[in-house]
């Protein structure tokens, strides 16, 4: 009973969050909008016993994307570009769209939901086993997307570095 509780206070946050993400009349207030939608998919897969995922949606998303996006918008609005969402005066078509989309899925799913059997227990933690296979098997191309993500770091440094005018 309490997981599923959980699960639709979670899953309304999270509609909650999403609808305000594209409803909001700022893009400051729609990307912190955005972070607890990542935030409340964090604590999905945390119920649903998906650990990995969840830390990799918490760190990449609601850390690094997250931040990032927040970021640019504060950068954007120090040069003077519009600080309101131009999409917001769609909303009403975007909610008209996303009532037909959930309708649409929920008879879908609906009839679905009940020929799917019963989910098991894993059997080892996730952890242990992604963490074996990226240190074993699959530890050049980690060590690659390393070495691409250290140079997009030093290239966003070069180009949010200002040069000062010599004087």
């Avoid at 990542?38 to 609601?62: C, G, K, N, P, T």
Wanted: glycine share 4%.
């Amino acid at each position: 009973m309490l997981p599923t509780i959980a699960f639709y206070t979670i899953a309304f946050l999270l509609l909650c969050s999403s609808l305000l993400t594209v409803t909001s009349k700022t893009v400051v207030r729609s990307g912190v909008a955005l972070f607890f939608s990542f935030l409340s998919m964090v604590a999905l897969y945390l119920l649903l016993r998906l650990e990995f995922l969840a830390f990799v949606q918490l760190f990449i998303f609601v850390g690094a994307i997250s931040v990032l996006v927040l970021f640019s918008l504060m950068m954007m609005q120090e040069y003077g570009v519009q600080k309101t969402n131009p999409l917001s005066k769609f909303a009403g078509v975007g909610v008209m769209v996303a009532a037909f989309v959930f309708v649409g899925l929920f008879l879908f799913l609906r009839n679905f939901i009940s020929t799917v059997p019963a989910a098991t227990e894993p059997a080892t933690d996730s952890f242990s086993l992604v963490a074996t296979s990226l240190l074993t098997t699959y530890v050049f191309p980690f060590e690659l997307i390393s070495l691409v993500l250290l140079a997009a770091l030093i290239g966003a440094v070069v180009l949010v570095k200002k040069e000062e005018p010599d004087a």
